[in-house]
Nanobody, 121 residues
């Protein structure tokens, strides 16, 4: 089995910062990309940021320049540093990873349970 455990969400005022973490554990052979997506009420899930195993990053247009994604390959953990938060950043943030399990020959997509981020005064 594979588990993704997210942490770091909460309530923050506009202009504030939060740092999300997501640790992957279980029968993991290798991890390809890791990333974050978010879904606000009544909206579709959207890309926030992704990072490959070599460190290449990709960001959604709405968070460029404010959010930074990073990862610790030794800990199978991905981070999302969120600065200059806006009310429109309010959403459930989901961790995502593409990994290969021991004994498997292909990569599969896994999601965390989600963590709520609320930006409000």
């Amino acid at each position: 089995q594979v588990q993704l455990v997210e942490s770091g969400g909460g309530l923050v005022q506009p202009g504030g910062s939060l740092r999300l973490s997501c640790a992957a554990s279980g029968s993991i052979f290798s991890i390809n990309a890791m990333g974050w997506y978010r879904q606000a009420p009544g909206k579709e899930r959207e890309l926030v940021a992704t990072i490959t195993s070599s460190g290449s990053t990709n960001y959604g247009d709405s968070v460029k320049g404010r959010f930074t994604i990073s990862r610790d390959n030794a800990k199978n953990t991905v981070y999302l540093q969120m600065n200059s938060l806006k009310p429109e950043d309010t959403a459930v943030y989901y961790c995502n990873t593409i990994l290969r399990r021991f004994g498997w020959t292909s990569f599969s997509n896994y999601w965390g349970q989600g963590t709520q981020v609320t930006v409000s005064s």
